[in-house]
């Protein structure tokens, strides 16, 4: 007989929890997973990893989803080994082995590849991949064994770096360290670097170390989250504002922080600025984003009132408060 599954009583989690996500899991597996051990309402990840892939995940929760898109378009840093001479359905080690060829390249050609694929190039989306084309996931039509035409995408490597190469043996393969813009495929610099050197190749290893201005070093493991008490689970969230990071700060009065939350715009003294974190006073805490135009604060995403309530209620709070009570 099958034990009751238990029943986990959610409850509002509002902050950033920055994964170190695990080999073999895809980044809604990691998400759902962190989701269940806080017993999170509402949570999302910013930048899709495969489940080949590990390293940096940040999984927002409850108002932090609010702010994720900022993250999706940040740069972001891999490390990742290129397997030389053998190409492979899905351009990665999970897929079919399609032709194998001889590396007959040098040390000066591999150099002189990698540089030609530094700055702004254009790429073509690999088919085993979540785009959608005509509302229906590319790697969809690869399952059935269609290919269907994909426009190139314009994208920025602003760095390639060799870290270790073989060009001899039995797994010949280069290790790369690349920095580059939103919307890359890392699985398709690769294969096209190996293209590009006459042999084919595919990748083997994918690790993401940074995402923004986040970094491994700060990352927890699911492993770590799972052994955590409730309270340590809670205290390895990061607040809602940290992904503000580098936004101008604007603190408003109680009668304009109120207005401000009803979506009115705001007249004051501020200079123009694309990017503002607003804040209110009494106490301080975190009400949205802005944008300053002549000296108008205009609203962007907006906390409601009651995440703003449950965010004072937790022991989680936004940074700027933080330090006010240091």
Known sequence: MTA???RVQRRPVHGVLLLDKPLGL???QALQKAKWLLRAEKAGHTGTLDPLATGVLPL???AA???SQLHLDADKAYDTTVRLGQTTTTADAEGEVVQTRP???SVGQVVEVLDRFMGPIAQVPPMH???KKDGKALYEYARDGEAVEREPRHVVIHDLDLLNMQLDGDTPHLDLHVVCSKGTYIRTLGEDIAETLGCGGHLTALRRTHTGRFGLAQTITLAALEAMDEDQRWAALMPVDTLLDGHTRVTLGAEDAGRF???LRRRGDWPDADQVAVYGTNPHTLLGTAHVVAGELIPGRLLSPIEIQQILENPLRD???AKDLS
């Open 129 to 131: 991949s979540a785009l």
């Open 103 to 105: 590396v007959t390249c």
């Open 319 to 321: 940074t700027e408060a």
């Open 65 to 67: 989803t609010k702010f």
């Open 261 to 263: 939350l009803s979506g």
């Open 60 to 62: 927002c929760f409850g």
């Open 4 to 6: 009751p599954r238990t």
């Open 26 to 28: 895809s980044s809604n």
